[in-house]
């Protein structure tokens, strides 16, 4: 079950549940769009994976699975980052 985690890892923009911009790669490293998109180039900085949409959890299940409420915040150095996109942002996420 995903955590729904609170926050973005990068930038620590408040991602909560109900929000329609968080972005999470296979591992569920949680960014908002605009760093998943726009800074990362949809290459997770962890992984190297792709990023998709989160879910939102519907309201009768969050009581019962609440969302995670332990922020993430671990901001990445861009200049090593960078090495990663360019070796990967080229490649389809499913040859990667």
Known sequence: MLEIRPNCEHCNK??????????ICSFECTYCNTCAMEI???VCPSCS????PRPIRPQKAIEKYPASTKPIFKPKNLEKVRMTIA???SIPPEKR
């Open 14 to 23: 408040e991602l909560p549940n109900t929000s329609t911009e968080a972005m």
């Open 49 to 52: 994976g792709n990023f998709v």
């Open 40 to 42: 990362f180039e949809n």
């Open 87 to 89: 070796q990967y942002k």
